[in-house]
């Protein structure tokens, strides 16, 4: 703890003749070793506490500066050592300015009477109108978001959250702002009511109120040029520049909102992306993502979602206000100029292409085309199993993670195939079936939650999606037994039985978490009781389901082995499980073929169309090779080939030790 000092009648002389005023010199106090030559042009009022200056900062250009104020007024702000302030042309007042912080060339940095630097503010997420408001906070987890907007039926659960989250802003509520150590302000205008992280870069913006810039050594974040922001927090290692609104905003870790992007009453989580477009009441899950200047995403749930050129949606269905919303499940994605008219729910990794009038419900029916044709809404479901580019969005997401904060806030389960899409897929067959039955066999189309599914379509769909069922159960049981060694029937038994009560029911997708719901409702009930009283608590607990996903999904899969296939693997014979290790074995082959035919359209002769501009169909070739390589060489499609061999390797490894207990 730094011990202060009053200035000597001689230090007062000499700061004074290097043109420093204060009204009332004895509210100064200075540490051991302070120095005055670090101080020039200065002026000050109210408590003042300075400490020493002995470093240097290297500017870009290769230009040194030491640590020192100059060119400043300051009030009611305590400035540690090894700061350096230059060029102020109003005042910094009543700010703790960490050591090693740098400012240079701003307007005004203040903070004005109590703040709580935009923890506590209410966004309207979802519904324009108000009724799922989100309460934001420095360490608000898209978790934490999904329940406070998606559970308004607990209002006691509501209420509990709402007393945690004013507990913590009490804590952070202060008459003084903090930029906290190594941060950057630089070409600044007006900052008022900012709290700034550790070694974040503010850069030329606008104009920024109410809010908070998390920042670590680990993960820095940036606010750029032209950035005008309004009752925000934005998280660690977060990006938000080039001319970006923001207003009643919170934006998660390693998001990158810019290029002239807006957003008001929205919430953006890990790895999400705004750039050109517009969003308003928007809970944007991990992995949102929309580039383009035509795209407006309004009072809808999206996650691992990629939104095309002109993509937009409607929340005046009726003449009530904007009151409508609409969820867009994990992983879908809209293609240009397309349309939704909320409300709507929209499958898990879906494309939808074209315009929807009539509030399509396809939650039960993942991986599916939603086409538009002659104003029908066209369904085609399970068709998005077999697209390459499906396939490629998994694979890529993990390795776009830009979080690098040892402390992350959103826990986010990356699989394609999980007990939350495959509870779908089964329900989707039923669905499949009964409309089949219902409407009769030699049906031309069938009609489900306003959508057409054509005859072919329909057939198609429950193969697919029964392909996609045995794929992931068999998956589940090769990393079950990977890493095992049995000898004997009991001792292939015991490493397959559960290893946890919970999962055998309904799961969800909690904002980019696959849970069972079972648990969600134990997690909602601790803290109607109490017993998960704070903030930190309640991330530990995500924590905990985040951690036990594998457990719980294994006793999902010994439920749906047992009622889809009839397959109990502490009574079945070697033979039923050799069986299924074959269905599985051919689901995946077959799948894997299906993307590997989808890969070989992008080779084809019509999308060569505009290659070798100036020469020969050999030239059209050659050049085609030269931008974008052999078919067999693409990454994708030698991933494909291998995961091909790869899984009949595992396949044919796991039927010889299992023939061996015979």
């Given at each position: 703890m730094n011990k202060y000092r009053s200035l000597s009648t001689e230090e007062i002389g000499l700061l004074e003749a290097r043109n420093c005023y204060c009204s009332d010199w004895s509210l100064v106090s200075v540490i051991d070793g302070f120095r005055?030559?670090?101080?020039?042009?200065?002026?000050?009022?109210?408590?003042?506490?300075?400490?020493?200056?002995?470093?240097?900062?290297?500017?870009?250009?290769?230009?040194?500066?030491?640590?020192?104020?100059?060119?400043?007024?300051?009030?009611?702000c305590i400035i540690e050592s090894d700061a350096y302030i230059n060029q102020v042309k109003n005042h910094i007042a009543n700010y703790h300015i960490h050591s090693n912080v740098v400012?240079?060339?701003?307007?005004?940095?203040?903070?004005?009477?109590?703040?709580?630097?935009?923890?506590?503010?209410?966004?309207?997420?979802?519904?324009?109108?108000?009724?799922?408001?989100?309460?934001?906070?420095?360490?608000?987890?898209?978790?934490?978001?999904?329940?406070?907007?998606?559970?308004?039926?607990?209002?006691?659960?509501?209420?509990?959250?709402?007393?945690?989250?004013?507990?913590?802003?009490?804590?952070?509520?202060?008459?003084?702002?903090?930029?906290?150590?190594?941060?950057?302000?630089?070409?600044?205008?007006t900052i008022i009511d900012i709290n700034i992280g550790k070694f974040a870069k503010v850069e030329g913006i606008y104009r920024l109120t109410n809010?908070?810039?998390?920042?670590?050594?680990?993960?820095?974040?940036?606010?750029?040029?032209?950035?005008?922001?309004?009752?925000?927090?934005?998280?660690?290692?977060?990006?938000?520049?080039?001319?970006?609104?923001?207003?009643?905003?919170?934006?998660?870790?390693?998001?990158?909102?810019?290029?002239?992007?807006?957003?008001?009453?929205?919430?953006?989580?890990?790895?999400?992306?705004?750039?050109?477009?517009?969003?308003?009441?928007?809970?944007a899950g991990p992995y949102t993502v929309t580039h383009h200047k035509s795209t407006l995403l309004i009072a809808g749930y999206f996650s691992f979602m990629n939104a095309g050129s002109g993509s937009n949606q409607s929340n005046h269905m009726y003449k009530l206000g904007p009151i409508h919303q609409g969820v867009v499940e994990r992983g879908s994605k809209t293609t240009s100029d397309s349309y939704l008219l909320w409300p709507a729910h929209i499958g898990a990794f879906s494309l939808v292409m074209g315009r929807h009038y009539r509030n399509p419900?396809?939650?039960?029916?993942?991986?599916?085309?939603?086409?538009?044709?002659?104003?029908?809404?066209i369904l085609a479901p399970g068709v998005n199993l077999r697209s390459v580019g499906t396939i490629r969005d998994a694979r890529k997401w993990p390795k776009r993670d830009k979080r690098?904060?040892?402390?992350?806030?959103?826990?986010?389960?990356?699989?394609?195939?999980?007990?939350?899409?495959?509870?779908?897929?089964?329900?989707?067959?039923?669905?499949?079936?009964?409309?089949?039955?219902?409407?009769?066999?030699?049906?031309?189309?069938?009609?489900?939650?306003s959508v057409k599914i054509e005859s072919g379509a329909l057939v198609r769909g429950i193969q697919l999606y029964n392909t996609g069922i045995i794929k992931f159960l068999g998956n589940a049981l090769i990393k079950k037994l990977e890493d095992v060694i049995f000898?004997?029937?009991?001792?292939?038994?015991?490493?397959?039985?559960?290893?946890?009560?919970?999962?055998?029911?309904?799961?969800?997708?909690?904002?980019?978490?696959?849970?069972?719901?079972?648990?969600?409702?134990?997690?909602?009930?601790?803290?109607?009781?109490?017993?998960?009283?704070?903030?930190?608590?309640?991330?530990?607990?995500?924590?905990?389901?985040?951690?036990?996903?594998?457990?719980?999904?294994?006793?999902?899969?010994?439920?749906?082995?047992?009622?889809?296939?009839?397959?109990?693997?502490?009574?079945?014979?070697?033979?039923?499980?050799?069986?299924?290790?074959?269905?599985?074995?051919?689901?995946?082959?077959?799948?894997?073929?299906?993307?590997?035919?989808?890969?070989?359209?992008?080779?084809?002769?019509?999308t060569q169309t505009g290659f070798g501009i100036d020469g020969t169909e050999e030239t059209r070739i050659q050049d085609f090779e030269q931008v974008r390589g052999e078919f067999e060489k693409h990454p994708s499609v030698q991933d494909i080939s291998n995961h091909i061999r790869v899984k009949s390797r595992l396949a044919e490894e796991l039927k010889e030790r299992l023939i061996l207990l015979k």
């Open positions: 005055i030559e670090s101080l020039r042009n200065v002026t000050f009022s109210g408590s003042i506490k300075i400490g020493q200056f002995n470093r240097s900062f290297t500017f870009p250009g290769g230009v040194e500066k030491k640590a020192g104020i100059s060119n400043a007024t300051l009030h009611n400012i240079e060339n701003v307007d005004s940095i203040i903070t004005e009477k109590q703040s709580c630097f935009g923890n506590g503010v209410p966004v309207s997420a979802l519904n324009e109108a108000g009724g799922r408001e989100i309460y934001i906070y420095n360490d608000l987890s898209a978790h934490t978001a999904y329940i406070m907007a998606m559970y308004r039926h607990e209002p006691a659960v509501i209420q509990q959250l709402q007393k945690m989250i004013n507990d913590y802003k009490a804590k952070i509520c202060s008459s003084m702002g903090t930029i906290q150590e190594g941060a950057q302000l630089i070409n600044c205008r809010g908070t810039i998390n920042s670590s050594a680990e993960a820095p974040s940036y606010f750029g040029p032209g950035v005008i922001a309004e009752e925000f927090i934005a998280a660690s290692g977060s990006k938000v520049s080039d001319s970006a609104l923001l207003s009643k905003c919170f934006v998660g870790q390693g998001c990158e909102l810019g290029k002239h992007y807006s957003a008001e009453n929205s919430v953006f989580f890990a790895n999400s992306q705004g750039f050109h477009g517009e969003a308003c009441s928007v809970f419900d396809t939650s039960q029916l993942p991986f599916s085309y939603l086409i538009e044709n002659k104003d029908e809404s690098t904060d040892t402390k992350l806030l959103d826990y986010i389960n990356f699989n394609l195939l999980s007990p939350f899409t495959i509870q779908k897929m089964i329900n989707g067959k039923k669905v499949l079936k009964a409309l089949r039955k219902s409407s009769g066999a030699t049906s031309d189309y069938y009609m489900y939650n000898e004997s029937l009991s001792e292939l038994r015991q490493s397959l039985s559960k290893t946890s009560e919970c999962g055998i029911g309904e799961w969800i997708d909690m904002a980019g978490m696959l849970v069972p719901k079972e648990r969600v409702k134990t997690l909602l009930d601790d803290l109607q009781n109490g017993s998960v009283s704070n903030l930190e608590e309640l991330n530990g607990r995500y924590a905990l389901l985040h951690d036990n996903y594998f457990d719980y999904a294994w006793t999902w899969c010994l439920k749906v082995f047992k009622e889809e296939y009839d397959l109990d693997f502490q009574t079945a014979e070697i033979d039923q499980i050799l069986s299924f290790v074959d269905d599985w074995k051919k689901s995946v082959i077959d799948l894997d073929n299906m993307v590997y035919a989808d890969a070989h359209k992008e080779f084809t002769l019509n």
